[in-house]
């Protein structure tokens, strides 16, 4: 399996430590990195009324908040050493900033690559920005 750098497990369990999944107890992290190579990590933030954030949603909110707008590589970390994929909301907000390169990686918390997928593998025929009328 890919390895992936030593500065992004870092940024991974970094995050993952710092999660708030109280509730759940199943922290996640993510990082988005931009094709300039700026990178943003996330974690889970879970709250008493089940509406939480996740470590994906909070990277990308990092991201724009920087002023980026564009995916060149998303990396996800869960608690164990299964696949934890992107949720359905948040492979609908990966999609808005992906571009057809994207990948979008599961890590181990060894920092081997589980699995890559590109966005049309992980949200088929999905629905963006360029099916809406122009603004």
């Known amino acids: 399996m890919d ?4 500065e ?20 996640v992290a993510a990082v988005m990195e931009c094709p300039d190579g ?3 990590a996330g974690s889970n933030v879970e709250v008493a009324h089940y509406k939480g954030l996740c470590a994906e949603a909070s990277a990308i909110s990092a991201m724009i908040t920087a002023g980026q707008r564009e995916l060149a590589k998303v990396y996800v970390m869960g ?3 299964h696949l934890c994929t992107p949720c359905g909301d948040c492979r609908q907000r990966i999609r808005e900033f992906a ?4 990948q979008i ?3 181990s918390r060894q920092g081997e690559v589980l699995k890559t997928y590109t ?7 999905a629905f963006g920005p360029e099916q809406l009328p122009p603004r």
Not at 3 to 6: A, E, G, Y
Not at 10 to 26: E, F, K, R, W
Not at 99 to 102: G, K, L, Q
């Open 105 to 107: 990686m599961v890590i």
């Open 38 to 40: 700026q990178q943003f």
């Open 8 to 27: 992004i497990v870092q940024q991974l369990l970094t995050a993952l430590g710092n999660a708030y999944a109280p509730y759940s107890n199943h922290p």
């Open 119 to 125: 966005m049309e593998t992980l949200l088929p025929d």
């Open 99 to 102: 571009t057809p390169d994207t």
């Open 79 to 81: 608690p164990g050493e």
């Open 3 to 6: 390895q992936i750098s030593n």
